[in-house]
């Protein structure tokens, strides 16, 4: 019995890729370092983390348990834990149910806004589940969701919606849309035969690529206006410039007749990314 629950968690966290928390986490954080300009309390940075923890968690088994029968459909999905069946619909509704609780009791341990736009931000992770069966949009409600956690931490710290937080929010929504165009790539063709939408099945891949390092050209033009609004200094220029690079490498590993590289590209540097942010911001206020 006690080797059961340790291996039905690790099927749970493998179901909504947790590892892949590192991606929107860093984001979060470095917003609420810049809304408390300096460290927020640890109380403030426990809840954010939860909540965001609880929202990702939530959305990622909502999104599975939604996309089922299209995971079931595409080989390389197939094998996933809802469509082999290793996870069932029942236990999974119970863990989305315990995730988004604990996303919104996290929200009102913060301040009453954070609480009253936890509904709000639930529904978004909702509607995504669905774009891709009549919009090729469906990155950018992708992008909107996952921008939810900067947006979230700065209420979180601020308990205000303001204005100056806005680039770094909309940075987020193109930088998660470009990376996803990428990640479309891999199923293009299925995509196109069994009707779903996406950017590489509306454009192609060569569009696609180009479509994508655009996204990417427009996160690092508003880092950058971030870092102006808020004063940000040497270190998070530093940290600028080497996102640029890893921007840079990221669709250097990418061609139109080669796509063999493709995780490298997803996985590692786009994780770097949101590091690299989040470590140059914090060195900023600590240094």
Partial sequence: MMNVVPEKLILYLRMIKFSHSV????????????AAAGAPSLRQVTWIIVAMVGARSGAMGLNRLIDREIDGANPRTAGRELPSGVIGISETVLFVLISFAAMIFSAYMLNPLCLKLSPLAILVLLIYSYTKRFTWASHFVLGLAIS?????????????????????????????AGFDVLYALQDIGFDRSYGLYSIPGRFGVRRSLYLARFFHVVTFILLVITGLIFGLGVFYTAGLIIVAGLFFYEHSLLKEGDLSKLD?????????ISV??????????TL
């Avoid at 991606?23 to 810049?34: E, H, N, Q, W």
């Avoid at 939810?148 to 929504?173: C, E, Y």
């Avoid at 490298?264 to 770097?272: I, K, L, T």
């Fill in 276 to 285: 690299t942010i989040f470590i140059f911001t914090l060195l900023h206020y």
């Fill in 148 to 176: 939810g956690g900067p947006l979230g931490a700065w209420i979180a710290v601020r308990g205000t919606i303001d204005l100056n937080i806005i680039p770094l929010t909309v940075s987020v929504i193109f930088w998660l």
């Fill in 23 to 34: 991606f929107a986490l860093p984001f979060a954080l470095t917003s609420a370092l810049i």
């Fill in 264 to 272: 490298m590209a997803f996985f590692n540097m786009n994780g770097y």
